[in-house]
């Protein structure tokens, strides 16, 4: 045998001992059978969080919320751009962007099942005066990552619900 033949075998037999497996999805599983979303309809969250749900499988949308199990209530969604660092001229060089959604869910009959909550996501971008078109598709694109690293943390906290 060869020395690389034997230094991976050692390889996979220590990581084969540790336990190591790939992550996989997890499980997509939502805790009801039908959810309405509730929320501005053109906005690129709630569009993210509705092709989420219909990808779990187990969740079935609905058009009204009296045909629904729960309600998910998109109650606000902002963008800020805050400056993060100048340059020793005094122009900007970095900018810190900052995602906020704002939810909560309800049962069919009203109660709270998930009371008013946040999620913040911010992201640094480098800015250059002479790069402004790249620098406004990079933060479109951040934005857009952001609003779906959101959705998928608000389906996370809407696998942990009880229903009674």
Do not use: W
């Amino acid at each position: 045998m060869t020395m690389r033949a034997i230094l991976f075998t050692a390889l996979a037999l220590t990581l084969a001992g540790c336990g190591f497996h790939l992550r996989g999805q997890g499980d997509l599983r939502l805790p009801f059978r039908t959810l309405y979303v509730q929320g501005d309809a053109q906005s690129g969250f709630v569009k993210e969080l509705k092709r989420e749900i219909a990808s779990s499988g187990t969740t079935r949308l609905t058009d009204s919320p009296s045909q629904a199990q729960a309600v998910l209530q998109v109650l606000a969604e902002a963008r800020d751009k805050t400056i993060l660092s100048l340059s020793g001229a005094g122009r900007v060089a970095e900018y810190n962007l900052i995602y906020r959604v704002s939810f909560q869910l309800r049962d069919a009959k009203g109660k709270l099942l998930i009371p008013s909550a946040d999620i913040t996501l911010q992201q640094a971008i480098s800015y250059s005066d002479t790069e402004v078109l790249a620098k406004e598709s990079e933060e479109a694109q951040l934005y857009r990552n952001m609003q779906s690293d959101a959705a998928q943390q608000v389906l996370r906290r809407l696998r942990l619900v009880k229903i009674e």
